[in-house]
């Protein structure tokens, strides 16, 4: 080993710092953690990335608001399943005048022979359009069980405010149906399938 | 670390009892020299390694259109080459270098916990070799990009899980190494010598442990998260289940902008020893390269988001991150004054170590500069992800971090091998290093601003010129490297014998030892006045 053991009271000093900044390593490796929360907590606090919560105001406003009927907006409705759901809009998209309250009704589809969960996850072309759409009534405000094979009829209510800037004149409404619960949804079984079909091969 | 504990009292026992040879020593090695030469020895292999896989990117880049590599594999060797080159190229070199050197500028006997300095070793290995097979998996190596960005992340194959696993090793390690670094330095200095008298080099490793301590568990964290997301059914980065992908990236970056300074503050500490001696005279403004080494470490941990203004940011967000990293500038330019300032005036010489050093301030405060208007938000989000920023991070990483090294192995090999090593072999590396190294990376620059965006297999053909450059350059810049090794393994079987000094205005503890460093160096400790 090393030369001379160092005298034990530089040992014992050595020790007790690893055992400090152990700790700190430790407790760092808790806050990579903790960013989670504290990133959700920032994000409520200051109204970023809200897309499921439930808008309590949107009511309100709907009602005090008055239509804009000089100016009217293109709404398109998107709509993607990902896992065992066929999933899309009545409508492809509507003419709107800001202020007004419009209805569009989505149609979810369970195709799986069992009980499942979902959520949907809206998106917003252009980005900005976001704040000014104004949800009443949505699907994705909470999550949604589907029995067996069921189909379901679900509306959303949705008010556009008048300030949304002049030079938007098309928004696209994109909803993704997502399982809950699934091992990743998305790619996962893809990506099992084809190491089978390679191992296959 | 039990038989480091029951500490012998008998100071007179035998050390060529407790001296392996053969296999054994270099195993079991508890010496910081032996542990020091195996890290520099394996990240000069990971370099090659590292390399290899960016010839063969280059190779395919050669022309538009696809030659010779599919795309997925494209994108897992542009993957693995980041992955390589961070992990266990540069900052086991530094670790390197820290083994070699600390102890002997601080006059202490060795690393404070020989064991575990040991075991943090031979776990960069294990890991390479995970790296290395996951090429061979179902699916492939890892190709979501050398940040591991969910989702792709999420949805990879098993080389994934074995790329999170080789990088939970490296991170052990490099922990291990800094705490070990931390208490070498702060409880076995030399009796006289006080920090503010330490080598810098040491300061900014310290710094640099800290740094490490502190972002290194955090990225252990993320791929924790990573790791939980593919296969427990956690839902962190899985939109699916109520996650967010953009979360991944804020805690990467929370890691991943300190990295960046890991991997250049040693850097900055070998270049601050370097250029004194071959200027022959004293470093100036030593008390505010502390305080500006200290500056950057403290802002790096508050800029992280600068990595992500393509992601969509409130703008007070986008100017706080804007301002806080224009902010670096300031002691980053502070350490380039006082390095230039050191040389005004001076006798200098230019043999090997100052070339690379005097090369060093010049390409990094290119990097410098770009990374400044990288920094401007609106420019950034026309840049980001293209050339442009490919060619910033080798600016820095490559002639920043790596020119250091280089600069460090010259000036230094002399003190490890006993002999010096061949000076015209050694112009020879620096100035085919510089030349190619901006014949590939400056027209990069170029590539960017024009829009070519990077990572990917295949482009139009308006960039098919500089791109052929670029190749042949990267080509040159490799094979340069053998000359190193060339020039490295010469002076190992032998060359002139090197003096205990070795320079003529070498300054410090480690120039008191007879070249080679024998074995065991420092058991009294030396008074420093």
Known sequence: ??????????????????????????????????????????????????????????????RNTQVDRSRTVVVEFDANGRGAWKFKPEVASLEVHPGELVTVVYDLENTRPAPTVGQAIPSYAPRQSAGYFRKIECFCFQQQELGA????????????DPRLPKDVNTITLSYTFFEVGGRSASAQPQQARDAGAARGG | MSAVLD????????????????????????NHKDIGTMYLWFSFAMLLVGGVNALLLRTELFQPGLQILQPEFFNQLTTMHGLIMVFGSVMPAFVGFANWQVPLMIGASDMAFARMNNFSFWLLPVAASLLVASYFVPGGATAAGWTLYAPLSVQMGPG???????????????????????????????????????????????????????????????????????????????????GDPVMYQHIFWFFGHPEVY???????????????TFARKKLFGY???????????????????????????????????????????????????????TMW????????????????????????????????????????????????????????????????????????????????????????????????????????LAGMPRRYADYPMQFADFNAVVTIGAFGFGLSQLIFLWAVVKCIRGGVK?????????????????????????????VVK
């Open chain 2, 160 to 242: 994934m899980d074995l790329a999170i696993l080789a990088l939970h090793l490296m991170g052990a390690s490099s922990i291990m190494g800094s705490i070990n670094i931390i208490t070498t330095i702060l409880n076995m200095r030399a009796p006289g010598m006080p920090l503010m008298k330490m080598p810098m080099f040491c300061w900014t490793w310290l710094i640099t442990a800290y740094l490490l301590l502190a972002v290194m568990p955090v990225l252990a964290g993320a791929i924790t998260m990573v790791l939980t997301d593919r296969h427990f059914g956690t839902s962190f980065f899985n939109a699916a289940g109520g």
């Open chain 1, 149 to 160: 094979n069921e189909t379901r009829r679900f509306p959303v209510v949705f008010v556009l």
């Open chain 2, 498 to 526: 090197a003096t205990d000094r070795v320079w003529e205005n070498a300054h410090g503890l480690e120039w008191t030892v007879p070249s080679p460093a024998p074995f065991h160096t420092f058991e009294t400790p030396p």
């Open chain 1, 1 to 62: 080993m090393n030369g001379n053991p160092p005298a034990s009271g530089a040992r014992a000093l050595n020790l007790r710092m690893l055992g400090k900044l152990a700790v700190v390593a430790v407790a760092m490796f808790g806050f990579g953690f903790l960013l989670v929360p504290l990133y959700d907590r920032i994000c409520e606090v200051t109204g970023v990335n809200s897309l499921t919560k439930v808008d309590r105001g949107a009511a309100e406003f709907a």
């Open chain 2, 345 to 448: 005036r001076g006798s200098m010489t230019f043999e090997t170590p100052m070339l690379f050093a005097t090369g060093f301030i010049f390409v990094f405060a290119i990097g410098g500069f770009t990374g400044l208007i990288m920094a401007v938000a609106p420019l950034d989000i026309q840049l980001h992800d293209t050339y442009y920023i490919v060619a910033h991070f080798h600016y820095v990483l490559v002639a920043g971090s790596l020119f250091a090294l280089f600069a460090g192995t010259y000036y230094w090999l002399p003190k490890w091998t006993g002999h010096m090593y061949d000076e015209r072999l050694g112009k020879w590396h620096f100035w085919m290093s510089m030349i190619t190294f901006n014949i590939t990376f400056f027209p990069m620059h170029f590539l960017g």
């Open chain 2, 262 to 276: 890991i991997m250049i503050l040693p850097a900055f500490g070998i270049i601050s020893e370097v250029i004194p």
């Open chain 2, 287 to 341: 008390s505010s390269m502390v305080y500006a080494t200290a500056s950057i470490a403290i802002l790096s941990m508050i800029v992280w988001a600068h990595h992500m203004f393509t992601t969509g940011m409130p703008v007070t967000g986008q100017l706080f991150f804007m301002y806080a990293t224009m902010l670096i500038a300031v002691p980053t330019g502070v350490k380039i004054f006082n390095w230039v300032a």
């Open chain 2, 7 to 30: 500490h012998r009292a008998d100071h007179a026992h035998d050390h060529a009892h407790d001296h392996p040879t053969g296999w054994r020593r270099w195993l079991f090695a508890t």
